[in-house]
């Protein structure tokens, strides 16, 4: 498997290093049939919100949007292009009363799980999606202190 991580902001310093791991774990122990390669982008508001409007022509940034470039109907093929947005995952945190690195993993959680086939149209698939989310999220922070996600200068 093939994954790649493009760092194209500066809101909010990233330990590189520890986000690739904590996510190649991810799809080790939770998408262990994903095969293929994908990238992962952390982008500015202004960068998210362009790409919003470009492909999905919704206004303004949003935290997570995932390109499924797979034809695979099996789903086992991974082939994506996901943004992700960091300054969003600092509102979002304020907002939900969690931290911004624990935003960003479940960012990288939900992208993943609509590579599966999740989706998150409706309430009901929402519910479902979101409490999936949730599973993998609580045996994340069993594994990974998501603080250390924030570089220090």
Same mark, same amino acid.
């Given at each position: 498997?093939?994954?790649?991580?493009?760092?194209?902001?500066?809101?909010?310093?990233?330990?590189?290093?520890?986000?690739?791991?904590?996510?190649? !774990?991810?799809?080790?122990?939770?998408?262990? !049939?994903?095969?293929?390669?994908?990238?992962?982008?952390?982008?500015?508001?202004?960068? =998210? /919100?362009?790409?919003?409007?470009?492909?999905?022509?919704?206004?303004?940034?949003?935290?997570?949007?995932?390109?499924?470039?797979?034809?695979?109907?099996?789903?086992?093929?991974?082939? /994506?292009?996901?943004?992700?947005?960091?300054?969003?995952?600092?509102?979002? /945190?304020?907002?939900?009363?969690?931290?911004?690195?624990?935003?960003?993993?479940?960012?990288?959680?939900? /992208?993943?799980?609509?590579?599966?086939?999740?989706?998150?149209?409706?309430?009901?698939?929402?519910?479902? =999606?979101?409490?999936?989310?949730?599973?993998?999220?609580?045996?994340?922070?069993?594994?990974?202190?998501?603080?250390?996600?924030?570089?220090?200068?």
């Amino acid at each position: 498997m093939e994954i790649t991580f493009k760092n194209h902001q500066r809101d909010c310093r990233v330990n590189g290093p520890l986000l690739r791991s904590m996510v190649r !774990s991810l799809l080790e122990s939770e998408f262990d !049939s994903f095969q293929g390669e994908g990238c992962f982008h952390l982008v500015t508001k202004n960068r =998210m /919100a362009e790409v919003n409007w470009k492909f999905l022509r919704h206004e303004g940034p949003t935290d997570v949007i995932t390109f499924d470039l797979a034809e695979d109907p099996s789903r086992t093929l991974f082939l /994506a292009e996901i943004y992700l947005c960091p300054a969003v995952a600092q509102e979002q /945190a304020i907002e939900f009363g969690s931290t911004w690195e624990e935003e960003l993993i479940r960012y990288h959680i939900h /992208a993943l799980l609509h590579l599966e086939g999740y989706d998150d149209t409706t309430p009901e698939l929402r519910e479902t =999606m979101k409490h999936e989310e949730e599973r993998i999220l609580n045996h994340m922070r069993d594994r990974f202190d998501f603080g250390r996600l924030a570089r220090t200068p």
